[in-house]
C-alpha cells in the first residue's frame, strides 16, 4: 500500500505559479512511474504530466513549456512547479504513482483556481 499526501494548491491569478507537491508513504520501494492528473468540473480526468523513477518525463501538450515535473526520490515525493497559469487550469489535481507491478494509487486531491 502506498499512501499519498498532496499540498500546495490554491487561488492564483492568470500568469501566477504555484507549486505542487505530493509525498508517499508505505510501499513506496516499489514505484516505478509518479505523476499528475487533473479534473475539471464536467470534464473527463486527464493526464497533466508523469516522471519515471529515471527522470524521463511526459507532459500534456496544453501544459508544455509552462509546467515542470521533478521528483526527489529521497523523500518520495513528486512536484508539478506550474508557471503562466491560465484559467483553463482550473481543476482538481490529483497526485498518482504506480508500481512494478502496475498497482496504481491516487491522493485525494488539490483544488487550484486560477482567476482571469
Known amino acids: 500500500q502506498v499512501q499519498l499526501v498532496e499540498s500546495g494548491g490554491g487561488l492564483v491569478q492568470a500568469g501566477g505559479s504555484l507549486r505542487l507537491s505530493c509525498a508517499a508513504s508505505?510501499?513506496?520501494?516499489?514505484?516505478?512511474?509518479m505523476g499528475w492528473y487533473r479534473q475539471a468540473p464536467g470534464k473527463q480526468r486527464e493526464l497533466v504530466a508523469t516522471i519515471n523513477r529515471g527522470g524521463s518525463t511526459n507532459y500534456a501538450d496544453s501544459v508544455t513549456g509552462r509546467f515542470t515535473i521533478s521528483r526527489d526520490n529521497a523523500k518520495n515525493t513528486v512536484y508539478l512547479q506550474m508557471n503562466s497559469l491560465k484559467p483553463e487550469d482550473t481543476s482538481v489535481y490529483y497526485c498518482?504513482?504506480?508500481?512494478?507491478?502496475?498497482?496504481?494509487?491516487w491522493g485525494q486531491g488539490t483544488q487550484v483556481t486560477v482567476s482571469s
Open positions: 508505505g510501499s513506496t520501494a516499489d514505484i516505478n512511474r
Open positions: 498518482y504513482v504506480i508500481n512494478w507491478n502496475s498497482i496504481d494509487y
